[in-house]
C-alpha cells in the first residue's frame, strides 16, 4: 500500500463518469473539487438524477446520449452497480478514444474484467484496468454522494493481465485515483475476488443467515451486538445477489472455512473442551485488534 | 414487555451492590439520582476501585466486607461478571436480611439460578430472583458505568420456580428494575437462555469465527462492514468463555441451525441457483428490518 499522495500532477481535461450515483457522484465531486478535471460529463438515465448530480456539482454538465458523454474523454470511468458494468463497457468502447484511461468502480472483478477485455479485443489502443475503490454507504444516490469523501480511502486496481498495455493503463488508474486522495494497491482480478471473498462478501452473507436464524420471540431481547453485527445485511438484495453471482466459487470456499471453524467450535462446546473455546476466543479478539488496526477505515 | 414506567412508588432504604464495575456501578448512579434507594453500600476488592466509584457518586460507601455490605439491605444485587456469581451468592446468603430481594445481573440465567437457589435451601425468608439488565459498553469498570444509563433498556427478570415465594421475588425484582425506569420482561431461565443463544451468543461466535478466517493478507481490504460484523469479537474472552460454558448447550443448538443455513446458502452458489440466492439476501434484509424495529435499543 502506497503512502497518502501529495498532488501527483495528474490533470485530466475530460473525464466521462458513466452513472452518477453514490459511488460516481462522490467521484466527480472529488473531481471537480480538487481541481483534477477540467470537464466532468455524466451520463444519465433519468432526467430527475441529471438534476440532483447538477445541483450538487457532482459534474459539470449531464447527458443521456452515451455518445456525447465519453466521446473525447480521456477517462472514462464506469460507475454504476456490478450486474450492469460489462454491458456498459460494450457500450460505450466505440466511442471511447484512442489511448484514453476505461476503468470501473465494481466490487467483484474477475468476470468484469474479463468481459470488458473481451469487448475490447480490436482497441488494443484503449488503455483498460479494473478498479475497485473500498468505500460506501447504506445510502444510495447522488445526493449521499455529495457528502461521501475518497480521499484516504484505498483503491484496488487490478490490471487486464491479456493486454499489451495492461502495466501502463494500470499506472494511469493508479494515478487517477491518487490525485483524489486515495491510497492504492495493485492485484491480480483473481486475488481480488479471493481476497474480497473474506473481508466482504463472507460478513454480508453470515450477517444475512444470523438475522434470518433469530426467532422472531427473540427480537425484543436483540442488544447492539446483534444489531452491529447484522447491520450490513440490511444492503439491496439485488446488488448483493449479484455480487455472489459474479464471485460464487470464491464465496463458496470462504464459507467452506467459516462453516469448518464453527464446526470446530460447536464441537468444543459438547465436548466441554473450555480450554479449546478459550483459545479460539482469544485467538479471535487478537484477530480483530490487527484487523481494526490495519484495516484503512477506523471507526 | 411492559411500558416504560413513571414513578412507581418503589422505595429501599438500603441497597447493597455486590459489585461495583461497569454495571453495578451504572445501576448505584442510577438508583441514588433517581432517589429509588437512601443509602447504597458497594463491596469491592480493591481500594482503587472503591475510590473511583466513590468520586463518581456510584455508591455513598464501600466495604470490603461482605458482611458490613449486605447486612440490613432491603435489596442485594450481584453485579459481578457470570463467572463469580454463584460463589459470591453463597457468600453473602449468611447475612442477608429476612424478606430482602437477592437478584443479581448475570447474562445467563439457568446455572445461576439453579445453583443460588440450592444455596438458598434453607432460607425461605429471602426474596430471590435471577436478573439480566440487556445493556452494556466496550469499556469496562466503575468510570465507564457512571456514563451508562439503564433507564429505557429493557430487564429479563427470571424467577426461581423451585421457591414457594417465586412469584413474589420476580415482581420485587421487577419493581427494582422499572424504578430505574427500565422494561421489564419475565421469562424462565431456560427460556432466557434459549433466546439469548440466539440474540447475543451466537452473533458473538459469529463475529469471532469471521475475525479468525479473514487471511492476514486482506486485513487492509477490510471494509466498514467487516469491521461492523466483527466488533463484539473484541470483547473479554475469560468472560465470554465462561458465557459459552454457562449456556453451551443453548449455543451448540443456535449453531446448528447457522451452519445449516450457511451450508444452504453455499449449496445454492455452487448450484448457480441464483432464485434462491436472492431469496435468501431479500428474507434476511426483511428479518434484520424487522429486528431493527423491535429490538429496545435503537442505534
Not at 432526467?47 to 477517462?75: F, I, P, Q, Y
Not at 446488488?239 to 470446530?264: F, H, K, P, T
Request: net charge negative; proline share 5%; with cysteine.
Amino acid at each position: 500500500m502506497d503512502p497518502l499522495p501529495q498532488d501527483n500532477g495528474f490533470h485530466i481535461r475530460r473525464t466521462a463518469l458513466v452513472g452518477v450515483g453514490l459511488i460516481g457522484g462522490s467521484l466527480g465531486k472529488a473531481l471537480i473539487s480538487g481541481g483534477v478535471a477540467d470537464e466532468v460529463v455524466g451520463l444519465f438515465r433519468r432526467e430527475e438524477t441529471m438534476k440532483t448530480a447538477l445541483a450538487h456539482g457532482l459534474v459539470h454538465s449531464g447527458t443521456m446520449s452515451v455518445e456525447d458523454a465519453v466521446r473525447d474523454a480521456e477517462v472514462v470511468i464506469l460507475a454504476t452497480g456490478v450486474e450492469s458494468i460489462p454491458e456498459l463497457g460494450r457500450s460505450v468502447i466505440p466511442f471511447v478514444c484512442k489511448n484514453a484511461l476505461l476503468t470501473d468502480v465494481g466490487s467483484v472483478k474477475g468476470a468484469i474484467v474479463r468481459e470488458i477485455s473481451s469487448f475490447l479485443a480490436d482497441r488494443p489502443d484503449v488503455l483498460f484496468a479494473g478498479s475497485h475503490p473500498l468505500y460506501g454507504s447504506h445510502l444510495q444516490g447522488p445526493a449521499a454522494g455529495a457528502s461521501l469523501v475518497p480521499a484516504g480511502r484505498l483503491a484496488v486496481v487490478t490490471p487486464a493481465s491479456g493486454r499489451s498495455n495492461a502495466d501502463a493503463a494500470a499506472l494511469e488508474a493508479e494515478k487517477l485515483w491518487r490525485s483524489i486522495g486515495m491510497r492504492t494497491i495493485r492485484l491480480s482480478p483473481a486475488e481480488h475476488d479471493r481476497l474480497l471473498a473474506f473481508s466482504s462478501h463472507l460478513p454480508h452473507v453470515v450477517a444475512a443467515a444470523l438475522a434470518r436464524t433469530l426467532p422472531a420471540e427473540a427480537d425484543m431481547l436483540a442488544s447492539s451486538g446483534f444489531l452491529d453485527t447484522t447491520r450490513i445485511a440490511a444492503g439491496s438484495p439485488r446488488l448483493w445477489s449479484e455480487i455472489m453471482r459474479q464471485n460464487s466459487a470464491g464465496v463458496a470456499d470462504a464459507l467452506q472455512r467459516l462453516i469448518g471453524d464453527l464446526a470446530c467450535f460447536r464441537e468444543s462446546l459438547l465436548l466441554q473442551d473450555w480450554d479449546t473455546v478459550a483459545a479460539l476466543l482469544e485467538s479471535a479478539a487478537a484477530a480483530q485488534a490487527r484487523v481494526r488496526e490495519r484495516a484503512p477505515r477506523k471507526d
